[in-house]
């Protein structure tokens, strides 16, 4: 071998490792977006809103900090800032969007904004913000909260086995989810158990109106739709059903660990935890388009036994012993 060519060797194979060492501590820059949570509870490694919470990212070697940039946001307000905080996240040259709000995507879309999102929803192939599940083909991929509608009537059965006696139940929701294929199929699977839904229809994050026509609707109890506004409001909400003493049924642990008598649904903090993965993916060369769009696997039964007994209901034994968890 040549002298020049075993120095220019050498000098490669030395250099080789600071190379790798120099792009593995390169700053990520990422984004949180969520709707009305102050970025206080979305700090720290144990933020207080819980899907807020990407702690698979540090067991893939990102430290906030270090080698990682969380930009956290909060939309809010009427428009709820979506054109301000997308054209900054976009001129601080952010790597990922991770959010939950559907209508933060539609905005990316219609301004054909191409950072990567990773989200955590139902339904972006119905809003055609992906292709398919199993090739996404645009820029945005993640995780679903639920595989289907029919998990929805699954809770109002749930609902109706707690309280046989039921016979007329407040649906709790905006009108697109009553009009949506997740308020069809409860009022479908309400009709085969011999339940009468009554619509209680909220304008998003204002409940002032819908609580009052509460106070003057006989119903037996309230069904909590599944979405993002009944989450960010579940405190309001499930204070609201211990005054009027409605039993309540909500698609999030966490509504139930406030007071609302049970929950059916899929672990949602875990769902953004699991979205670190694809967070990762992305910043090493990854392409959303070609990241497929999970599914839940597993979804919890959760029982406020102390509600219940509250309310005075007696909770059918099968029932209990069917959950994931009772809390007493």
């Known amino acids: 071998m040549r002298r020049r060519e075993f120095i220019t060797l050498w000098g490669a194979t030395v250099m080789w490792p600071l190379t790798v060492e120099a792009q593995s501590s390169k700053v990520r820059r990422v984004a949180l977006v969520f709707m009305p949570s102050p970025v206080a509870e979305m700090a720290g490694p144990e933020p207080v809103n819980p899907n807020a919470s990407l702690h698979g990212l540090g067991a893939l070697g990102y430290v906030e900090g270090q ?89 109002i059965e749930l609902l109706k086995d707690t309280l046989p006696g039921a016979t007329r139940v407040a649906y709790l929701g905006t009108n697109e989810d009553w009009e949506g294929p997740s308020g069809k199929s409860v009022r479908a699977a309400a009709q085969v158990v011999g339940l009468t839904m009554v619509p209680a229809a ?42 009027s003493r409605l039993p309540d049924t909500h698609a999030n642990r966490e509504a139930v660990e406030l007071g609302a008598l049970m929950s059916y649904g899929a672990n949602i903090p875990d769902l953004f935890r699991r979205s670190a993965a694809y967070v990762d993916k992305i910043l090493k060369g990854a392409k959303p388009a070609d990241l ?27 029932l209990l012993a069917s959950a994931d968890e009772v809390i007493e």
């Open 292 to 318: 497929p769009i999970e599914q839940p696997i597993k979804f919890e039964l959760v029982i406020n036994l102390k509600t219940a007994k509250a309310l005075g209901l007696d909770v059918p034994p099968t």
């Open 202 to 243: 909220h304008t998003p994050f204002e409940y002032t109106d819908v609580f009052a026509l509460l106070g003057r609707v006989p119903v037996d109890a309230l069904f909590v739709s599944l979405g993002p506004d009944q989450f960010i409001n579940r405190r309001l909400i499930v204070d609201f059903a211990r005054q």
């Open 67 to 155: 080698n990682l940039i969380l930009e956290r946001r909060v939309a809010e307000g009427p428009s709820r800032r979506y054109g301000d905080i997308l054209a900054e996240l976009v001129r601080l040259k952010t790597e990922v969007i991770v959010t939950s709000d559907i209508s933060l995507i539609k905005q990316a879309k219609a301004a054909q904004i191409t950072v990567p999102i990773v989200t955590v929803n139902n339904y972006l192939v119905e809003e055609r913000l992906a292709h398919s599940l199993a090739r996404p083909g645009g820029n945005v991929t993640g995780l679903t909260v639920s595989v289907s509608p029919e998990i929805e009537g699954k809770r």
